[in-house]
């Protein structure tokens, strides 16, 4: 607690002390009206779809831990290496383990930078921290965290968010910007821009901010705040739709107007009036209902719920069966679900992940000695893992065919690559055959058997008589003088 027990000062020199981390998120009072609290309040607080979209893609954010690596050759051979591996199938996670084994990377679990990214601050875990940051991402466009340094040697020792709404980015023309954090009661403290990560968005307006994601959808978010409002109007007026016309014949003052109008109200407004039978007397009149004539069915179309639910969805890039939409639950089988998880993350989660790192390499890692780049390790993720099923077929054709060695199919299947007892039951088509002899031509073929010895005449063993001509040795043939069978010798 003695490292933020200060609370922000402005700050007349770098380094940022941590000590200069302490009582911001003590006061909650809201600065000026930005995009970021608009969305915050209609969308992530007010719309169960933005709701359920954001913390599926912040709550998958902290999924992967940090690892990072030192490179030991450069860097188009090892995405070379990258994408051969790739191309063969391997998960993720054989494919780092082959770069380390083949002297491509070196890995660094246990570097001060990987240590301080998963556990950025003594409050903040490492899933809290990055689902916060992707968090503030969607909803603003902007995400940061300040790097709070040791007093005494300026190196970063702890990371800490800064809400957006309350930053400012100010251009400066020598660092090309600074930040400004105003909290309501304290006086602003300017950042320079090596002491805070920013992680945004594209925007093709702007330069220094970015573009929040639900700016796309906003008119898509009142058109779902209409239905809702409208669905709630219709059963409070005991869903009778947008109104009705009773008519009479005699002629009747405002005030009576009014009256009959309260009087239904309260007799037929609201749930408990639902169903109830409207007597009129002393007046010939006649009740017409307007509208709606199959109620809820008219009230709230199943098609453009349906439609208003997919745009949203779209612009987070997340399969309506993942998320429970009515479009998903038509379509969900649990072939099409698991389907959808794997395009989540390959589509959206690992492009964000990659564009998070990004800034982490850019910002942090050439402050630290002794690693080349972090990254979100993601070879643990389930749903980017191969069906095994698909990978057994794949490496068990590709050694029939010749293209791996029983090692390497072994390996890849999770087993053994030398086994060392055991019965194995071999197709006899297959021809062991070694690495070094593999561009040897292959043998000649065995000669043809040679053919018996052919005799010009056969004659009978015991009379002499002639029985066959180009007969082989060795054949039986019958006399018919003799009535009796013999071998045909040579010679």
Same mark, same amino acid.
């Given at each position: 607690?003695?490292?933020?027990?200060?609370?922000?000062?402005?700050?007349?020199?770098?380094?940022?002390?941590?000590?200069?981390?302490?009582?911001?998120?003590?006061?909650?009072?809201?600065?000026?009206?930005?995009?970021?609290?608009?969305?915050?309040?209609?969308?992530?607080?007010?719309?169960?779809?933005?709701?359920?979209?954001?913390?599926?893609?912040?709550?998958?954010?902290?999924?992967?831990?940090?690892?990072?690596?030192?490179?030991?050759?450069?860097?188009?051979?090892?995405?070379?290496?990258?994408?051969?591996?790739?191309?063969?199938?391997?998960?993720?996670?054989?494919?780092?383990?082959?770069?380390?084994?083949?002297?491509?990377?070196?890995?660094?679990?246990?570097?001060?930078?990987?240590?301080?990214?998963?556990?950025?601050?003594?409050?903040?875990?490492?899933?809290?921290?990055?689902?916060? /940051?992707?968090?503030?991402?969607?909803?603003?466009?902007?995400?940061?965290?300040?790097?709070?340094?040791?007093?005494?040697?300026?190196?970063?020792?702890?990371?800490?968010?800064?809400?957006?709404?309350?930053?400012?980015?100010?251009?400066?023309?020598?660092?090309?910007?600074?930040?400004?954090?105003?909290?309501?009661?304290?006086?602003?403290?300017?950042?320079?821009?090596?002491?805070?990560?920013?992680?945004?968005?594209?925007?093709?307006l702007d330069d220094y901010y970015g573009m929040p994601p639900m700016m796309?959808?906003?008119?898509?978010?009142?058109?779902?705040?209409?239905?809702?409002?409208?669905?709630?109007?219709?059963?409070?007026?005991?869903?009778?739709?947008?109104?009705?016309?009773l008519t009479v014949k005699q002629k009747l003052s405002e005030q009576a107007?009014?009256?009959?109008?309260?009087?239904?109200?309260?007799?037929?407004?609201?749930?408990?009036?639902?169903?109830?039978?409207?007597?009129?007397?002393?007046?010939?009149?006649?009740?017409?209902?307007?509208?709606?004539?199959?109620?809820?069915?008219?009230?709230?179309?199943?098609?453009?719920?349906?439609?208003?639910?997919?745009?949203?969805?779209?612009?987070?890039?997340?399969?309506?069966?993942?998320?429970?939409?009515?479009?998903?639950?038509?379509?969900?089988?649990?072939?099409?679900?698991?389907?959808?998880?794997?395009?989540?993350?390959?589509?959206?989660?690992?492009?964000?992940?990659?564009?998070?790192?990004?800034?982490?390499?850019?910002?942090?890692?050439?402050?630290?000695?002794? /690693?080349?780049?972090?990254?979100?390790?993601?070879?643990?993720?389930?749903?980017?893992?191969?069906?095994?099923?698909?990978?057994?077929?794949?490496?068990?054709?590709?050694?029939?065919?010749?293209?791996?060695?029983?090692?390497?199919?072994?390996?890849?299947?999770?087993?053994?690559?030398?086994?060392?007892?055991?019965?194995?039951?071999?197709?006899?088509?297959?021809?062991?055959?070694?690495?070094?002899?593999?561009?040897?031509?292959?043998?000649?073929?065995?000669p043809p058997p040679a053919l018996p010895e052919a005799v010009v005449e056969?004659?009978?063993?015991?009379?002499?008589?002639?029985?066959?001509?180009?007969?082989? /040795?060795?054949?039986?043939?019958?006399?018919?003088?003799?009535?009796?069978?013999?071998? /045909?010798?040579?010679?």
């Open positions: 607690m003695g490292l933020i027990a200060n609370a922000f000062r402005n700050l007349t020199s770098p380094p940022v002390p941590i000590s200069s981390v302490g009582s911001i998120w003590q006061n909650r009072g809201d600065s000026a009206p930005q995009n970021y609290l608009q969305f915050a309040r209609q969308g992530y607080q007010g719309n169960e779809i933005v709701f359920a979209a954001i913390e599926l893609l912040a709550s998958s954010a902290a999924e992967p831990h940090i690892t990072g690596r030192r490179r030991r050759r450069e860097s188009p051979a090892i995405r070379a290496e990258t994408t051969r591996l790739r191309m063969a199938g391997c998960p993720l996670v054989q494919i780092d383990n082959a770069l380390v084994r083949n002297g491509f990377v070196v890995q660094v679990p246990d570097h001060p930078l990987v240590r301080l990214l998963n556990a950025p601050n003594p409050f903040m875990s490492r899933g809290q921290c990055w689902s916060t /940051v992707v968090m503030d991402r969607y909803l603003g466009g902007n995400a940061y965290l300040l790097k709070a340094r040791n007093e005494s040697f300026g190196n970063v020792q702890e990371l800490w968010r800064l809400r957006p709404d309350r930053v400012k980015i100010i251009p400066d023309a020598q660092t090309f910007c600074k930040y400004e954090y105003t909290v309501p009661g304290l006086k602003p403290i300017t950042f320079e821009y090596k002491d805070v990560m920013h992680f945004k968005t594209r925007n093709p796309a959808i906003s008119g898509r978010l009142d058109i779902d705040r209409y239905m809702a409002g409208f669905l709630r109007t219709f059963f409070e007026q005991g869903g009778t739709g947008p109104g009705s016309i107007k009014e009256d009959i109008r309260s009087r239904f109200k309260r007799q037929f407004g609201g749930y408990g009036g639902w169903h109830e039978m409207m007597i009129l007397d002393s007046a010939e009149s006649t009740y017409q209902q307007m509208g709606l004539n199959r109620g809820l069915r008219d009230a709230l179309p199943k098609e453009l719920d349906a439609l208003s639910e997919a745009r949203i969805a779209m612009v987070f890039g997340i399969p309506g069966s993942i998320l429970g939409l009515l479009i998903g639950y038509e379509s969900s089988s649990y072939a099409n679900k698991k389907a959808d998880e794997r395009t989540f993350w390959k589509v959206t989660m690992t492009p964000l992940l990659s564009d998070l790192d990004d800034v982490l390499n850019l910002s942090l890692v050439p402050e630290f000695g002794g /690693v080349d780049e972090v990254y979100f390790d993601l070879s643990d993720i389930e749903a980017l893992q191969p069906d095994v099923d698909e990978l057994h077929n794949r490496h068990r054709q590709n050694f029939q065919a010749g293209l791996e060695a029983f090692e390497e199919a072994r390996d890849a299947i999770g087993l053994d690559p030398s086994p060392t007892e055991g019965t194995f039951f071999v197709p006899s088509s297959m021809i062991p055959t070694q690495v070094e002899d593999l561009d040897s031509p292959p043998p000649s073929p065995p056969a004659r009978c063993t015991r009379c002499g008589r002639k029985v066959g001509e180009n007969v082989n /040795v060795g054949a039986s043939l019958h006399c018919p003088r003799c009535r009796d069978h013999f071998l /045909v010798a040579g010679g």
